[in-house]
């Protein structure tokens, strides 16, 4: 069974930064695909960006140039450093993990406002 925990979500005035970590148990993490997604109130969730056992990575169109997700497989995480954020970037934001099957964290709350 995987679990995912993420952290540093929070408040942060637009142009500010963020990072995000997603904390994975078990011993698959190394051969899975690992991404971030969000979702805002009264919106379906969203693929931010996500990042291959290869190191191949995907961004949506609307952070692409200011977030990039990376991994460090000998800690078992992955990140999201989002840059030059925006209200717009206001949303839940969710790890997840596939290989085979597909596991989900519990959840960040970023907030951008001034």
């Known amino acids: 069974q995987v679990q995912l925990v993420e952290s540093g979500g929070g408040l942060v005035q637009p142009g500010g930064s963020l990072r995000l970590s997603c904390a994975s148990s078990?011993?698959?993490?190394?051969?899975?695909?690992m991404g971030w997604y969000r979702q805002a109130p009264g919106k379906e969730r969203e693929l931010v960006a996500d990042?291959?056992?290869?190191?191949?990575?995907n961004y949506g169109d609307s952070v692409k140039g200011r977030f990039t997700i990376s991994r460090d497989n000998a800690k078992n995480t992955v990140y999201l450093q989002m840059n030059n954020l925006k209200p717009e970037d206001t949303a839940v934001y969710y790890c997840?993990?596939?290989?085979?099957?597909?596991?989900w964290g519990q959840g960040t709350q970023v907030t951008v406002s001034s």
């Open positions: 997840n993990q596939r290989q085979l099957l597909s596991y």
């Open positions: 990042i291959s056992n290869d190191y191949r990575t």
């Open positions: 078990g011993s698959i993490f190394s051969i899975s695909v």
